[in-house]
């Protein structure tokens, strides 16, 4: 391998990586803004339940609100873990990104 094929290699790995972070932060991005819808939805709803333990209805809803509340609690934690693995996935590619720099830099 010629040292300008090596450099075309290194070159194609880093545009590579960097395409990969770019997506990863895109997604990051994405999840982060449905999280955040998620959030306030979540709070207006516990706002209405509030209100309902005003009448006498809560005895009765009681149990579709507990299911509700499971499922809110569970898409909660799903986001959750999404977003921490995008983030880690964003940190690797970034590590990448910053040794084929290093690399180029070296040749």
């Known amino acids: 391998m010629t040292n ?7 070159v194609e790995k880093f545009n590579s990586f960097e395409k990969r972070f770019d997506n990863f932060e ?3 991005d994405e999840f982060e803004e449905r999280f955040s819808a998620f959030e306030k939805r979540l709070e207006k709803i516990e706002k209405r339940l509030d209100g309902f333990e005003e ?3 809560i005895a ?3 149990e579709a ?3 509700i509340k499971i499922k809110l609690d569970k898409k909660l934690e799903s ?3 999404t977003i921490t693995e995008l983030k880690q996935k964003s940190e690797e ?5 910053q040794l084929l720099k290093k690399l180029v830099v070296n040749l």
């Open 4 to 10: 300008e094929e090596f450099m075309n290699f290194i």
């Open 26 to 28: 895109r997604r990051l």
């Open 55 to 57: 009448f006498e209805q």
């Open 60 to 62: 009765s809803n009681s």
């Open 65 to 67: 609100i507990t299911e």
């Open 79 to 81: 986001y959750d873990k």
């Open 93 to 97: 590619a970034e590590l990448d990104i």
